[in-house]
């Protein structure tokens, strides 16, 4: 039986590149990952995630989604926010109906 070996990362960098070079119409993937030395099907597991966003940079295209993700959840979050305290206000002027301020009592002298 043959003792596996140990899983080898690879950075964004190194990926990227991989994946570009297979985009060149005359290069085919398996002669990529053999001159690579890794196998095909790991190669092509990182074309389909670079396509569906999983693989990112340090790049500027990755940052700006990152932030626009981040900005994304800020939002949805000021939203709650913002609906709950809506909410409260309703609430405090309801209230302001049935518990009016004690109009203040001047002491006759």
Same mark, same amino acid.
């Given at each position: ?9 690879? #950075?964004? $960098?190194?990926?990227?590149? /991989? ?6 119409? #005359?290069? $085919? &993937?398996?002669?990529? %990952?053999? %001159?690579? +030395? ?12 670079? *396509?569906? +966003? ?5 790049? $500027?295209?990755?940052? &700006? *989604?990152?932030?626009?993700?981040? /900005?994304? /959840? @800020?939002?949805? $979050?000021?939203? *709650?926010?913002? @609906?709950?305290?809506?909410? =409260?206000?309703?609430?405090?002027? @309801? /209230?302001?109906?049935?518990?009016? =301020?004690?109009? &203040?009592?001047? &002491? +006759?002298?």
């Amino acid at each position: 039986m043959k003792k596996r070996e140990q899983h080898t990362f690879y #950075n964004y $960098q190194f990926k990227h590149t /991989a994946v570009k070079i297979t985009d060149h119409p #005359n290069i $085919q &993937s398996v002669d990529v %990952a053999e %001159a690579l +030395g890794i196998h095909p099907i790991m190669l092509y597991r990182w074309r389909q995630e670079m *396509r569906d +966003g999983k693989i990112e940079d340090n790049d $500027q295209e990755a940052r &700006s *989604r990152t932030e626009l993700l981040e /900005a994304k /959840a @800020k939002i949805r $979050q000021l939203e *709650r926010q913002l @609906k709950q305290l809506r909410e =409260e206000n309703v609430i405090l002027k @309801k /209230a302001e109906r049935f518990f009016p =301020e004690k109009k &203040s009592q001047r &002491s +006759g002298s």
